[in-house]
């Protein structure tokens, strides 16, 4: 993204940080004993939301970036 100078860029680092302090506050909820049922939902959730919201929407505009700056 860097090389191609994608303009979504700042975005994506953006989104990848939230994602992974979602992850660490999820890690943490766990190990302070957060009801199993609970933690399974939220972590459903949130990977529902990644996967819908970032890989299917954000991704694939990158990836049609990146297919039309291939030289």
């Not at 939902?41 to 297919?67: G, P, T």
């Amino acid at each position: 993204m860097e090389k191609l100078a994608y303009p979504g860029l700042a975005v994506q680092r953006e989104q990848h940080a939230t994602f992974r302090k979602d992850l660490d506050l999820l890690t943490i909820e766990n190990e302070q004993g957060m009801d199993a049922h609970k933690l399974s939902m939220a972590v459903d959730r949130r990977l529902v939301q990644w996967f819908i919201l970032h890989i299917c929407n954000l991704d694939s505009e990158m990836a049609q970036y990146v297919k039309s700056h291939k030289n």
